[in-house]
């Protein structure tokens, strides 16, 4: 389920299936996509160049009559709400608003679904957003820190843009926002501590105070910078049900769209890094949050853009996080995207650098940040003297686990020759001391023709993907059987029933912050990758329940054989066993199936 609107009760819960549809039946999604991407005509559809991942040939395809977009190239898919969320990084119910005022609808009011809804307990994004709104207001009073701001060189303009605020030196400061500040909740968020005494505090004194956004603009945490000597320097939120360290990353809502524009993503390790860059025109940085990079990090970073930049102090903190950024990198990597590194003279960070020298420097720098295989080869031998046998073998031993992670197939081959190269040993002996590389397909398997992907999906995957191109085919539907996988097509037979003027944007939408939501998506996913007609869709439906059906007996089957064990079958139930046997024979020798 997406979070709340920032400030406002959870609304995604309260917000009419009715609304939703009509919005979608009201907007076309080609003006949607065509005002952010520009679309040529190709028969039916439209086509792109994909704005979610780099391509030179257009894979991206915006279908009118199903509503739906489709990338064919990375898989990127959904209806116009989900594509102003993905390319704008709004929220759901900011998506919502900017596509009902386009078409003049008023979004409906939203009631706190606390009320509706008790079980979730208390809303904490709004809280944080209350938060954030109070730093933000408290700035404007507080002369030392505007000084402090100033002096950094920070405008007005990039203050209001990244929300920065000033937490005051009060111990309680939060007390005059927050009628609840005695309640659990303001300990939940991180805003409040209690002492071993019982006495609660406002965890940020007299700071500069910068509020972390999930991907999808919501404030999860704080990052507050003391102004002064004291200490810490700079204070994160704790670990919250809405904050995860390891995961967030600073800046990146802010960073999207120049992000996607560029090609490519700046890590670098400080707030005021990320805030002076973009105000240098620098946009596409994001900071890790006073914690070393993850595995994490990288991995959601590689699903926004193709080529990741690590720009780290030269000194020898800087190199100690690089090389730690290398090693968590290392198993996200993949042949067609790429990870490099920047390493900025020891007396500056970006944000010195870049008031100092400009942006054009610093874009000039990072046009030749070095390779992440360049890299990791350079430290290597740096740290071992590969003039003598001992280095060399030292640094075979260091290679070998950071060679064993690596997936992307080609990366991996190429990195393993090269460390070979550095070792001075022949490929027969590589493989022996480096451990061995992914293996080659064998020869009796090459040349064979790959499955088919129509015999692909599951059945229940299937029958999906053929109910969404005739959905009156869901009244023929069997009973289905109470295993795994089937609640989803049900849920999804009785939406196709809802919805005679089926259009796959309004599946989607049904799916929605529901258990099913993974399988709707996939089911769409198929419809548009299969294109079947009704008619085929129909043929193979059937040809599907069919197999539906003999599951269903055989299940029938296996629980009366399993109570049989147990104790004597009735009169009834071997009755019943028998013409099960009967049907299960019939129905296999009718699908041509062995016994």
């Known amino acids: 389920m997406p979070p709340p609107e920032p400030g406002s009760p959870r609304a995604t819960t309260v917000i009419p299936d009715s609304f939703k549809q009509d919005l979608l039946n009201r907007v076309d999604i080609v003006d949607v996509v065509n005002a952010r991407v520009p679309l040529k ?34 898989g990127a898919h959904g209806n116009a709400i989900g594509f102003l969320m993905e390319y704008a990084g709004l929220g759901y119910i900011d998506a919502l608003r900017e596509l009902a005022e386009g078409v003049g609808m008023k979004l409906p009011e939203m009631e706190r679904s606390r009320d509706a809804r008790p079980e979730e307990g208390p809303d904490l994004y ?95 945490g704080f990052g507050g910078r003391v102004i002064g000597d004291g200490e810490p320097k700079y204070l994160n939120s704790p670990e919250t049900p809405l904050f995860e360290k390891g995961r967030e990353l ?54 926004v853009t193709d080529e990741i930049v690590f720009c780290f102090d030269g000194d020898a903190a800087g190199r100690r ?3 730690h950024a290398l090693e968590v990198s290392l198993e ?26 400009g942006a054009a420097v610093f ?23 590969t003039a003598t046998i001992e280095g060399r073998a030292r640094l075979a031993s260091e290679a070998k686990p950071l060679l064993a992670k690596i997936t992307a197939p080609a990366l991996r081959t190429l990195l393993f020759r090269a460390v070979s190269d550095a070792v001075g040993i022949s490929p027969r002996e590589s493989t022996r001391v480096l451990g061995a590389i992914a293996a ?27 109910l969404l191109a005739a959905p009156g085919l869901a009244e023929e539907l069997p009973q289905l059987p109470a295993v795994q996988g089937y609640e989803a097509l049900a849920a999804l037979a009785r939406h196709c029933l809802e919805l005679r003027d089926l259009v796959v944007g309004g599946i989607m939408e049904r799916g929605r912050g529901t258990p099913f939501e993974a399988f709707f998506a996939q089911a769409v996913a198929d419809f548009l990758l299969f294109g079947l007609s009704a008619e085929e869709a129909a043929e193979e439906f059937r040809q599907g329940a069919s197999r539906l059906a003999v599951v269903a007996l055989r299940e029938e089957l296996q629980e009366l054989e399993k109570k049989a064990k147990a104790a004597p079958l009735s009169d009834g139930e071997r009755a019943r066993y028998a013409a099960l046997i009967r049907a299960h024979a019939a129905l296999r020798h009718a699908l041509g199936t062995p016994s």
């Open 41 to 74: 005509k190709a028969g039916a559809n439209w086509t792109a160049c994909c704005p979610f991942h780099s391509e030179k040939s257009p894979s991206f395809t915006v279908s009118p009559s199903k509503q739906f977009y489709h990338c064919f190239g990375c």
């Open 332 to 357: 996200s990597l993949q042949d067609r995207k790429a990870v490099r590194f920047l390493f900025l003279p020891p007396e500056h960070d970006p944000d010195s650098f870049v008031r100092e020298h």
């Open 440 to 466: 080659e397909p064998k020869e009796e398997a090459r040349g064979q023709p790959r499955p088919s992907l129509r015999q692909a999906p599951s059945l229940p995957r299937a029958l999906a993907h053929e």
């Open 250 to 303: 600073y800046g990146l809502p802010q960073a999207r769209i120049p992000i996607r524009e560029k090609g490519r993503v700046i890590v670098v390790e400080g707030y005021m890094d990320v805030v002076m860059l973009a105000q240098h025109g620098v946009g596409n940085a994001v900071a890790t949050l006073g914690t070393a990079t993850t595995p994490a990090h990288v991995q959601k970073l590689l699903r």
């Open 363 to 385: 874009e000039e720098r990072l046009a030749r940040a070095e390779p992440l295989s360049a890299y990791l080869l350079r430290g290597l031998q740096e740290r071992f003297d």
């Open 321 to 323: 996080a690089a090389w």
């Open 126 to 220: 709004d809280f944080m957003a209350r938060a954030a709104k109070f730093y933000r207001e408290q700035l404007k009073a507080a002369p030392g820190a505007i000084e402090y701001l100033k002096g950094r060189g920070l405008t007005g303009q990039t203050a209001a843009k990244f929300g920065i605020g000033y937490a005051p030196d009060d111990w309680q400061a939060l007390q005059a926002a927050f009628p609840e500040y005695g309640g659990k909740e303001m300990v939940d968020c991180g805003l409040v501590i209690v002492n071993e005494q019982g006495r609660r505090y406002d965890r940020f004194r007299d700071r500069v105070m910068f509020p972390i956004l999930n991907q999808r603009g919501f404030v999860v």
